[in-house]
Every structure is written in structure tokens, then in C-alpha cells.
């Protein structure tokens, strides 16, 4: 949904995320909110790692990630701290990889209810 400035931004459970980054060549809705997502601005991606990814989950989230990280800003909510990331994955290479891509020139920032 466009904000109020202007820019495009997309929210999206991660469970959703993989859905439609899953299904976008053969699903017409999940091509339409793929192809959206590359026009925003900012992409908030939720509950990132809630729930351990498999390890076909853990690819699809690399390609789109890495694809959609290369031209607009992602905001990643997730309860786990990112180094707990690697041990909730099955390909720790390829979760490692990801880490690393998405942690370049980035902002992380901690809320805690302390």
C-alpha cells in the first residue's frame, strides 16, 4: 500500500513472503504481489525464523531476498537474535550467505522490553 509520502511499502508474515515468492510463476494473485513488491519502496517482512524454515524455505527467501534487497530497504521483524538464525537452519552455509548479504550496510536495530 503506498504511504502517505509517497513511497511504496509491502508488509508481509513470513510464511506469506515464501508463499508468494514460491508460487510467482505459476499463481496470477502471488505474480501480482511479487511484482508489486519490486515497485516498493520499503518491504517489512515479519516473523522472519518464528517458526524454523525448511530447508526449500530457506532457498526461496535467499533468491527473493538477495533479488528484492539489491534495489529497495527491508525491514526483517524477528524474535530471534540473527546468530540464533544459523542454528534454526538446515543449510547453514546458505543461511550464513544470507546473513551476510542482508547485514551489509544495514541498521539493526534491538527493541527489548526492559
Not at 50 to 66: C, G, I
Request: charged share 25%.
Amino acid at each position: 500500500m503506498p504511504a502517505s509520502n509517497g513511497h511504496k511499502t509491502h508488509y508481509a508474515p513470513f510464511d506469506n513472503f515464501i508463499a508468494v515468492a514460491e508460487k510467482k510463476a505459476t499463481n496470477p494473485k502471488a505474480e501480482a504481489i511479487f511484482s508489486y513488491m519490486q515497485e516498493c519502496d520499503l518491504i517489512i517482512i515479519d516473523d522472519v525464523f518464528y517458526v524454523e524454515p525448511t530447508r526449500a524455505e530457506l532457498q526461496v527467501f535467499y533468491r527473493a531476498v538477495t533479488f528484492l534487497n539489491e534495489t529497495r530497504s527491508i525491514i526483517f521483524i524477528t524474535n530471534r537474535e540473527l546468530s540464533a538464525w544459523i542454528d534454526a537452519a538446515e543449510d547453514k552455509h546458505l543461511c550464513q550467505t544470507l546473513l551476510d548479504r542482508i547485514t551489509v550496510n544495514c541498521q539493526i536495530v534491538r527493541l527489548t522490553d526492559k
